[in-house]
C-alpha cells in the first residue's frame, strides 16, 4: 500500500471514531438531563476507550507523515498539515476527509461546552439543595450516623 493511502485509512479510521464520540456525548447530554448515574460511567468508560483509540491513531498519524511526508517542502521536521498535503497531491478524497474532521471536531467542541454548562448548573442545583437540607437538620451531631435524614418535631 501506498504511504498516502495508509494516511487516508488512518484518517478514515479518526473519523468514524470522532463520529463514535459525537454519539456517546449526545447520549452523555440525555443521561446528564435524566441524572442517570450509572448510564454516565458507562458512557465515561466509552469515552476513555474512544479516547486511547484516537490517542493511537494520532501516534501512527504523526509517525506515518514524518516518515514518508516531511522534508518535502519546508525542509526536514517541517510540519505538514492536511490541507498543505491535500494541495501538493491534488487527493480531493484526502480534502474531503478533512473537511469531515474539522466539522466533527467542532461538533465534539460544541456538544462539550453544553455538556459543561450542563454539569456546571446540576452541580450548582445539588449544593443548593444541600445547603437547604443543611439549614432544616440543625446541626451535624442531631444527624443519625446512619446517613438518613430524619425529622424532628419541634
Known amino acids: 500500500m501506498k504511504p498516502l493511502d ?23 447530554r440525555t443521561r446528564l438531563v435524566d441524572f442517570d448515574v450509572a448510564g454516565m460511567e458507562e458512557i465515561s468508560k466509552g469515552k476513555d476507550t474512544l479516547l486511547l483509540r484516537l490517542r493511537l491513531l494520532e501516534e501512527e498519524r504523526i509517525r506515518l ?25 491534488g487527493d480531493t478524497e484526502l480534502a474531503g476527509i478533512r473537511l469531515k474532521l474539522v466539522s466533527l471536531v467542532q461538533s465534539i467542541d460544541d456538544l462539550n461546552g453544553f455538556n459543561r454548562h450542563l454539569i456546571d448548573r446540576s452541580l450548582w442545583n445539588v449544593r443548593v439543595a444541600s445547603g437547604f437540607f443543611r439549614s432544616l437538620g440543625g446541626s451535624r451531631s442531631a444527624l443519625p450516623g446512619s446517613g438518613s435524614l430524619v425529622s424532628r418535631e419541634t
Not at 66 to 86: N, Y
Open 6 to 28: 495508509d494516511l487516508k485509512n488512518i484518517l478514515l479510521e479518526q473519523e468514524k471514531c470522532c463520529k463514535e464520540l459525537v454519539c456517546l456525548l449526545q447520549e452523555e
Open 65 to 89: 507523515t514524518a516518515a514518508h511526508f516531511t522534508g518535502k517542502e519546508g525542509g526536514p521536521g517541517g510540519e505538514i498539515t492536511l490541507r498543505s498535503l491535500a494541495e501538493r497531491t
